[in-house]
């Protein structure tokens, strides 16, 4: 028979264990705030509502490019709010997160220079919903799995887009940057409340 001592030290050995193992995981991964989707989803219906509006629907590159700037803005203020909050504001994890995100969104303003330059404004709107897709899912590696769900979804409605006619393009981009992220951004609230309850 093994001594009881034995068994004490087993069960706080693996219990240590499991204490880093979950520490490593947190350290190597970034929680999403729901709120940072809210206040990209309200961004965009707000620029899908303006670029509808009869007289403003020709500024509509325009409309959604100011908002592309905003919805930086306020995403990337609320991301280094948590982030500092938690410690972390230079972190490797904050890095890995934008390494993800930054290259589609590169290739996305390239790629919106070049259509806009030669007249090809059909493209732009499922370019777009394309290649942010394509970083979302890039995204989910040190975020969430949901992350990679709303990328998937978004990559679907960019190659919709792109055999959409004109007058829908506003509806598939107020879809996309408006509706997936608000429902989205309200699941991962949801969520994060709902573990912390």
Same mark, same amino acid.
């Given at each position: 028979?093994?001594?009881?001592?034995?068994?004490?030290?087993?069960?706080?050995?693996?219990?240590?264990?499991?204490?880093?193992?979950?520490?490593?995981?947190?350290?190597?991964?970034?929680?999403?705030?729901?709120?940072?989707?809210?206040?990209?989803?309200?961004?965009?219906?707000?620029?899908?509502?303006?670029?509808?509006?009869?007289?403003?629907?020709?500024?509509?590159?325009?409309?959604?490019?100011?908002?592309?700037?905003?919805?930086?803005?306020?995403?990337?203020?609320?991301?280094?709010?948590?982030?500092?909050?938690?410690?972390?504001?230079?972190?490797?994890?904050?890095?890995?997160?934008?390494?993800?995100?930054?290259?589609?969104?590169?290739?996305?303003?390239?790629?919106?220079?070049?259509?806009?330059?030669?007249?090809?404004?059909?493209?732009?709107?499922?370019?777009?919903?394309?290649?942010?897709?394509?970083?979302?899912?890039?995204?989910?590696? %040190?975020?969430?799995?949901?992350?990679?769900? #709303? *990328? &998937?979804? @978004?990559?679907? +409605?960019? =190659? /919709?887009?792109?055999? !959409? %006619?004109?007058?829908?393009?506003?509806?598939? #981009? *107020? &879809?996309? @940057?408006?509706? +997936?992220? =608000? /429902?989205?951004?309200? !699941?991962?609230?949801?969520?994060?409340?709902?573990?912390? *309850?």
């Amino acid at each position: 028979m093994r001594p009881g001592n034995t068994v004490q030290m087993e069960s706080h050995a693996v219990a240590t264990l499991r204490y880093i193992r979950e520490s490593m995981d947190a350290a190597g991964g970034v929680a999403v705030p729901g709120s940072a989707g809210i206040a990209l989803g309200a961004i965009g219906l707000a620029a899908a509502l303006l670029a509808s509006t009869p007289a403003l629907r020709s500024w509509w590159l325009l409309i959604w490019l100011a908002a592309a700037v905003a919805g930086v803005a306020a995403g990337g203020a609320i991301m280094a709010r948590q982030s500092a909050l938690h410690g972390a504001l230079f972190g490797a994890p904050l890095r890995k997160l934008v390494l993800c995100l930054l290259p589609g969104i590169f290739a996305g303003a390239v790629l919106t220079a070049v259509h806009w330059q030669s007249g090809n404004l059909h493209a732009i709107p499922g370019t777009w919903l394309l290649l942010y897709g394509c970083a979302l899912v890039s995204t989910s590696a %040190p975020t969430a799995r949901i992350v990679g769900v #709303l *990328g &998937a979804l @978004f990559v679907t +409605l960019g =190659l /919709v887009a792109f055999w !959409l %006619p004109d007058e829908l393009h506003i509806v598939a #981009l *107020g &879809a996309g @940057f408006g509706g +997936l992220h =608000l /429902v989205f951004g309200l !699941l991962i609230g949801r969520k994060r409340h709902g573990r912390q *309850g």
